[in-house]
C-alpha cells in the first residue's frame, strides 16, 4: 500500500534551517507529483510547495524563496529544504502524493504521510 513517511524536523532557532525528507512507498514513485503541506496549531492545512514528475515546483507565494523542494526518484524521496525560519513556520509539515500520474500540474491526492514537526524558537 502506498506510505509516506516524513523525517527531519525539530526544533530550531528563528534564522535556521531544516531539510525535511519524506521517503515514499508502494507505487512507483516517478510516476507522481509530490507536495508539502503544514498545519499550524488552531489552523487549517495549508499549501507549501509541490513538484510535478518533470520538476516543475510551485510554492506559495508567502514562502518563495525561502523554501525548496526537490525530488530524487532514485531514493524514493522528496524534499523540503527549509531557510530563515521565523516562528510562523512552526507546524506540523506532511507530505502528500499528488493525484494524477504524469501530470503536467500537481493536484492534491489522498495519500498523505503522519507528518514532521517543526518548531522554530529560541
Known amino acids: 500500500q502506498v506510505q509516506l513517511v516524513e523525517s527531519g524536523g525539530g526544533l530550531v532557532q528563528p534564522g535556521g534551517s531544516l531539510r525535511l525528507a519524506c521517503v515514499a512507498s508502494?507505487?512507483?514513485?516517478?510516476?507522481?507529483?509530490l507536495g508539502w503541506y503544514r498545519q499550524a496549531p488552531g489552523k487549517q492545512r495549508e499549501f507549501v510547495a509541490s513538484?510535478?514528475?518533470?520538476?516543475?515546483?510551485t510554492y506559495a507565494d508567502s514562502l518563495k524563496g525561502r523554501f525548496t523542494i526537490s525530488r530524487d526518484n532514485s531514493k524514493n524521496t522528496v524534499y523540503l529544504e527549509m531557510n530563515s525560519l521565523q516562528p510562523e513556520d512552526t507546524a506540523v509539515y506532511y507530505c502528500?502524493?499528488?493525484?494524477?500520474?504524469?501530470?503536467?500540474?500537481?493536484?492534491?491526492?489522498?495519500?498523505w504521510g503522519q507528518g514532521t514537526q517543526v518548531i522554530v524558537s529560541s
Open positions: 508502494g507505487f512507483n514513485f516517478d510516476e507522481y507529483g
Open positions: 513538484i510535478t514528475t518533470h520538476d516543475r515546483s
Open positions: 502528500n502524493r499528488g493525484r494524477n500520474r504524469y501530470g503536467a500540474y500537481y493536484i492534491q491526492g489522498d495519500y
